[in-house]
Each structure stands twice: as C-alpha cells, then as structure tokens.
C-alpha cells in the first residue's frame, strides 16, 4: 500500500514538473504599433509560430523556457519566461534596426579664401552660358531637308521594327538568393538551426517550393511584401528541409 501511495505522488509530482502551459503575448513597435509576422521561437522546444495582424501570438512553454522574437527590420529580442507569463501575457517592444546612411564624399574641401572657393564651387560664366546654349540647341527640331536623303543614296525602308529573343530578367535565383542573405542575414538561418554551409541549398528548397519570384527577377527588387512571403514560406518548409550530408 505504501509503495503504491509512493509510486502515485512520484507520477504526479513528475507530471506536475513537466506540464506544458500556453503562453500568451503582444508585440509592439517602438511607436505602440502591432507589428504582424513577427516569428515567435521556444529555444527549448524549438517551435516556431507568427503573429497574427494585430500582434497577438499562442506558444506552447513553461516556466524558464527562452524566447526568442526575430522579424526583419527589428533587432531580435529575447525573453525567459516567468512564473507571471503563464497566468499573464507577455509584452514584448521591437526596437528598428539602426541603418547606415552613405558617406557624401566632398572631393576637394573649401580653403575658406573667399576668391578661391568661388571659383572652385561655381563654374566660369562662358561655360554656363556655353551650357545653356547647347541645351537650347538640342531642344530645336531638325530642319526635314537636313535629314533628306540625297540624290542615289539608299534609305532604309520604315517599318515597326520587331524583337529578337526575350526580354532578360535583370537577375538570375543566384541574385535572388544573395539578396535574400544580405537582407536576413546569416544569423536569421542559424536561428532555424541551418548552418551557414547548408544556407544556399536550403534558400533553393523553399524555392523549389512554389515561391513566385517571376515579378522579383524580372526588376530585381524585393518589396516587404515579397520577404514576407519568403519568411512564411521557410517556416512552412523548415520542417520537411533534409540538410545534405557532407562526406569528409
């Protein structure tokens, strides 16, 4: 009877121990916006959800687990979770990532002499009005008679022209996928538990998806929208993602 009553508090104590709880929360912006599509991890458990357009999310946890919040643009925060978080929602606040802005190089610096500088910053007038000549000049139509053709000269006949081959896109998925590197950055994938050698195979299997890129090539430029999408579709494909093996 003993070993019994023993065996049954050792059961619920362990199950007591291991319970998993839901935790709650909302993300906001240093501005007290919500900010959607912020990708929610549980280091421990390594589940990952997204918030939803109002900055709400639902993860499974328990007390002291870690986690972590990453969304492009932001930097990454993480937090422990408390005994308060399991009855209470967390708050979390993503601070802007800072941006570098280019240096303007001033080629040659101002020696504070007055005569020189002028002369330095502003052009002489002959070629300003030489400048603005020539573009009076090239706004003039051409006299018909100047361009007619002379007398047993061959002119080529007028048509509407065509087009060989297709338009080139302006870049290629290499492009592609080091724009979406640059943009994420190598500790983003090192987050989803994919090593820095295995970054470029697992970019062209979220590819291999379905991902719509035709519009992305074509003008080489990725929108917010368009790396919204690549971050929902690599937490859509991170769980079917095999890592090659690498023979030594």
């Not at 080489?220 to 494909?237: E, K, N, P, Y």
């Not at 769980?239 to 023979?247: G, L, R, V």
Request: positive net charge; aromatic residues 10%; glycine residues 6%.
């Amino acid at each position: 009877m003993k070993c019994k009553l023993l065996f049954l508090i050792s059961f619920f104590f362990f199950v007591s121990i291991n319970a998993q709880d839901f935790i709650f929360g909302k993300i906001l912006s240093e501005d007290n916006m919500e900010i959607s599509d912020v990708t929610v991890i549980n280091i421990r458990t390594d589940e990952r959800v997204a918030t939803n357009r109002d900055g709400h999310f639902m993860i499974s946890g328990r007390f002291g687990d870690n986690l972590r919040f990453i969304k492009s643009g932001y930097d990454r925060v993480s937090t422990n979770v408390t005994k308060e978080n399991l009855s209470s929602p967390i708050n979390i606040k993503l601070i802007r990532s800072a941006q570098l802005i280019d240096e303007v190089e001033i080629k040659k610096a101002l020696t504070g002499d007055l005569k020189v500088d002028t002369k330095t910053m502003n052009p002489p007038r002959k070629v300003e009005k030489l400048k603005n000549d020539l573009a009076v000049y090239m706004k003039q139509k051409s006299d018909p008679r100047i361009l007619a053709a002379r007398p047993g000269e061959f002119v080529q006949p007028k048509g509407q022209g065509f087009v060989i081959g297709k338009i080139k896109n302006k870049w290629d998925d290499v492009d592609f996928m080091d724009h979406m590197v640059t943009a994420l950055g190598y500790q983003y994938f090192s987050d989803l538990k994919i090593e820095k050698s295995q970054v470029q195979h697992f970019i062209y299997y979220v590819l291999s998806g379905g991902f719509e890129r035709k519009s992305i090539l074509k003008y080489g430029f990725v929108s917010d929208a368009d790396l919204m999408r690549f971050q929902r579709a690599v937490l859509t494909r991170i769980s079917t993602y095999k890592a090659p093996t690498i023979q030594k």
